[in-house]
Nanobody
Framework: QVQLVESGGGLVQAGNSLRLSCAAS????????MGWYRQAPGKQRELVAD???????NYADSVKGRFTISRDNAKNTVYLQMNSLKPEDTAVYYC???????????????WGQGTQVTVSS
C-alpha cells in the first residue's frame, strides 16, 4: 500500500508562482521515476514533467523554462516549482511515482488524488 498526497495548489494570478509537493508513504523499497501530470476539464491527462532516480528530467514543451521538477529521496517527495504561470496552466495536477514495494516485484505506478491549480488572467 502506497499513498501519494499532493499539496500546494491554489488560485493565483497570471505571472505568479506556485510550488507543488507530493509525498509518498507506505512500504516502499525504492522509487524510480517521479512525475507530474495535469488534466484540464474536457481534455486528456498530459505529462508535465518527470525526473528519474538519477536526476534526468523531462518537460512538456509548454512548460519548459517556467517549471522545475525536483526530488528529495530522503523524504520520498517530488516538487514542481511553477513560475510565470499562465491561464492555460489551469488544471488538476496529479503526482505519479514508480515505486518498488519489494525487491522481487516490478515497479508499479502510483497516483495521487490531484490538487487544483487555477490561474486567473
Amino acid at each position: 500500500q502506497v499513498q501519494l498526497v499532493e499539496s500546494g495548489g491554489g488560485l493565483v494570478q497570471a505571472g505568479n508562482s506556485l510550488r507543488l509537493s507530493c509525498a509518498a508513504s507506505g512500504t516502499i523499497v525504492s522509487i524510480d521515476t517521479m512525475g507530474w501530470y495535469r488534466q484540464a476539464p474536457g481534455k486528456q491527462r498530459e505529462l508535465v514533467a518527470d525526473i528519474s532516480s538519477g536526476g534526468n528530467t523531462n518537460y512538456a514543451d509548454s512548460v519548459k523554462g517556467r517549471f522545475t521538477i525536483s526530488r528529495d529521496n530522503a523524504k520520498n517527495t517530488v516538487y514542481l516549482q511553477m513560475n510565470s504561470l499562465k491561464p492555460e496552466d489551469t488544471a488538476v495536477y496529479y503526482c505519479k511515482m514508480k515505486c518498488k514495494r519489494d525487491v522481487w516485484r516490478p515497479a508499479y505506478d502510483y497516483w495521487g488524488q490531484g490538487t487544483q491549480v487555477t490561474v486567473s488572467s
